[in-house]
């Protein structure tokens, strides 16, 4: 079994919608949060950092942790094409001293006008 | 605005060829990783590097090595290439104070 579990998609929405992402995982040690939004060959950039349970809100965006269940979701609000993306969770352990990082493989998702 | 930059963006090269991928942080950051990106598996740490001279091995370091000369530069080294490292590679460093690692564009690199 993956540390990180995260459904490959494609998920296909109309612009507008309400996106959740989601991801599961297996090591209680986490505790950094994190989604990535990656484009068709481009490099991972960061989209959200939370730190141990609850939810932050960042514009359209929202991560939510919920630690007792071992799962994390990111909501898209009023999804727009330029949404079109792969979005990768990734998390890591307090104190590690040297930030390694364990991703899920990513969700695709396409946003249509 | 933190950059972290990669030598080449598309790269073909042949079986038993060595290659060399490079990259440049401008974070100072003493901290630099090399991972792969491959469909379906997602993510996967090759090597990484905490300090100038230092290194330590990922996930999967099998058929590569590092070099850490400087610390704003991270090398990721196939000794002889194989046509199973054809892949996506993407180097990451994490800013001065915080757990959040900035990835580069990456290099995908093709090995026939």
């Known amino acids: 079994q993956k540390e990180v579990e995260q459904d490959p998609g494609p998920l296909s929405v109309p612009e507008g919608a309400i996106v959740s992402l989601n991801c599961t995982y297996s090591?209680?040690?986490?505790?950094?949060f994190m989604w990535y939004r990656q484009y068709s060959r481009k490099g991972p950039e960061l989209l959200m950092y939370t730190y141990s349970s609850g939810n932050k809100e960042d514009g359209r965006f929202t991560a939510q942790v919920d630690k007792s269940s071992k799962y994390i979701s990111l909501f898209i609000r009023d999804s727009q094409p330029s949404d079109s993306a792969t979005y990768l969770c990734?998390?890591?352990?307090?104190?590690?001293?040297?930030?390694?990082?364990?991703f899920g493989t990513g969700t695709r998702l396409l946003v249509s006008p | 605005d933190v950059k972290v930059t990669q030598s080449s963006r598309y790269l073909v090269k042949r079986t038993g060829e060595k290659v060399f991928l490079e990259c440049v942080q401008d974070?100072?950051?003493?901290?630099m990783f090399w991972y792969r990106q491959d469909p379906g598996l997602g993510l996967r740490l090759i090597y990484f590097?905490?300090?100038?001279?230092?290194?330590e091995k990922g996930d999967i370091p099998e058929g590569y090595s590092v070099s850490r000369e400087k610390k704003e530069r991270f090398s990721l080294i196939l000794e002889s290439a194989s046509t199973n490292q054809t892949s996506m590679y993407l180097c990451?460093?994490?800013?001065?104070?915080?757990?959040?690692?900035?990835f580069g564009p990456g290099t995908r690199l093709t090995v026939t």
């Open positions: 974070m100072d950051h003493e901290n």
């Open positions: 990451a460093s994490p800013a001065r104070t915080s757990y959040e690692q900035y």
């Open positions: 590097s905490y300090d100038v001279k230092m290194k």
């Open positions: 090591n209680s040690a986490f505790q950094y």
């Open positions: 990734a998390m890591s352990e307090v104190n590690t001293g040297f930030q390694k990082l364990v």
